[in-house]
């Protein structure tokens, strides 16, 4: 019967630790991010890829694009970057549901002049850093929300599929 008892608390035990100790997107797994950004700039539209390369750290590209506004003149925004993230899960013991992290993206923007705009052009590559967390209300599916500065956007709300 002691054999038992001590089965039953260690496989319980183990249970406990495994379900709460796990990262997010294990090494070799990605996911597809999509959603709309917010800025002072118009409303980007986002997609971008991660790739676990390590079990706390992903990299991959993202895309944006968004319309402005401004002093009679549309402007087009279309940001490609290159994204990296640590995942704060292992370091914090966060459960898998969850997603913590906080990274750096390399960003060429081109911010498009219409004609007769006597302005200055602002396109250029600006190195970006963001944080944010994701919620998996599904083993494949989860909610996102990012907080960063630049031009890229200044913080993205979406959705991130697991595949």
Partial sequence: MKKINCLFILLTLLAVTESYAQTAL???EKQLNAGLGFSNFGTPIYVGVDFA????????????????????FNF????????GNYHFNTLLEIPSDFDVYAGLT?????????????????????LEAQIGGRY????????????????ASGGKVGISYKF
Avoid: C, M
């Avoid at 390369?53 to 009679?72: A, C, E, L, M, W």
């Avoid at 087009?76 to 994204?83: F, M, P």
């Avoid at 998996?136 to 031009?151: A, C, K, R, S």
């Fill in 106 to 126: 390399l960003a060429y923007y081109n911010w498009s002049s219409p004609s007769g705009f006597g302005g200055a052009s602002n396109s250029g590559v600006e």
């Fill in 76 to 83: 087009n925004i279309l940001v490609i970057g290159a994204t």
């Fill in 53 to 72: 390369v390590h079990d706390d750290i992903t990299v991959g590209p993202q895309v944006s694009y968004r319309s402005h506004k401004n002093f009679g």
């Fill in 136 to 151: 998996y209300f599904d083993t494949q599916w989860g909610v996102n929300l990012e907080f960063g500065g630049g031009n």
């Fill in 26 to 28: 294990p090494k070799g």
